[in-house]
């Protein structure tokens, strides 16, 4: 979906008139009865649909709404309905940058760091309200020019909501972290104290997007690593899409019979 579709120029210019929002179906239940309601037919972990302001479809497909392909024939033939899509609804003028586009937690946040090969921010602070003050500072860099898509975003109340990052000294404000391979652990590349983000935030971004290297991924490297490393991600709730869910029975069953004696 990602590479056939969403990051061509022209999909990624006409997406500027919507919001855009990504859904992680299986860290929370309400995410996936929203997902299931977008699609026909089985639930799956995968759903693709165009919505107006209201959360009608605004386009239909004759397919089970998967994917892109569901509803355009190619990324030109998207970019032309979501122009047409966006010229009935007009941008309303408001004050402010949008909110921050924080994940659910910072463990998928870290994930979908990985996966996206993105660097990850983490804003941390005990209370809700100076987390919320910290990520509309972050939020006025993040939907910027030079930094907006470029990083992934999560907000933790202390470290110890992301206890396989080591080392960490920051109580309150702002950690630059490059995710692992999975995005089970990561390295911190700055820490930014919450007095000094308006001052430290801007460059620490920059140093960071100019050092970040994505690396080179494919299902099979992947997956042939992960065995060897015995890696198993645990979802929050069981996967509902039945070919996935027995994929995974039978990776585990493989990783359990290595770990035997």
């Known amino acids: 979906m990602d590479r056939s579709f969403l990051s061509q120029p022209a999909v990624v210019t006409a997406s500027s008139d919507f919001v855009c929002i990504r859904l992680i179906s299986y860290e929370d239940e309400s995410e996936k009865a929203f997902v299931a309601s977008l699609k026909r037919g089985q639930v799956a972990n995968t759903a693709f649909a ?29 970019a032309r309905g979501m122009a047409e899509i966006a010229a009935r609804y007009p941008a309303k003028k408001v004050e402010g ?13 870290l994930v979908v760091a990985a996966s996206d090969l993105q660097p ?12 919320k003050g910290l990520e509309a500072l972050v939020a006025n860099l993040a939907w910027s020019k030079p930094f907006q898509g470029f990083f992934t975003y999560a907000s933790a109340s202390s470290m110890q909501e992301l206890p396989t990052i080591q080392g960490t000294t920051l109580t309150e404000g702002v950690m630059l972290i490059e995710p692992d391979i999975f995005g089970l652990g990561g ?12 001052t430290t935030l801007p460059g620490a971004l920059r140093a960071t997007l100019q050092s970040h290297v994505k690396p080179q991924k494919n299902r099979q490297q992947m ?20 070919g996935e869910a027995n994929d995974r029975a039978r990776y585990k069953k493989r990783l359990d019979a290595k770990k035997e004696p």
């Open 50 to 78: 165009m919505l107006t302001p209201e959360g009608a479809h605004a386009a239909r497909g004759r397919g089970p709404g998967r994917g892109p392909r569901d509803l355009y024939t190619d990324p030109a033939d998207m």
């Open 97 to 109: 940058a949008p909110a921050l586009p924080i994940n659910l937690t910072p463990k998928v946040g």
């Open 120 to 131: 990850l921010v983490l804003v941390v602070a005990d209370k809700p309200e100076r987390r």
């Open 187 to 198: 390295r911190v590349v700055t820490e930014i104290p919450a007095a000094q983000l308006e």
């Open 223 to 242: 997956a042939s690593q992960g065995f060897r490393e015995g890696v198993y991600y645990e979802t929050n709730i069981p996967v509902s899409g039945q």
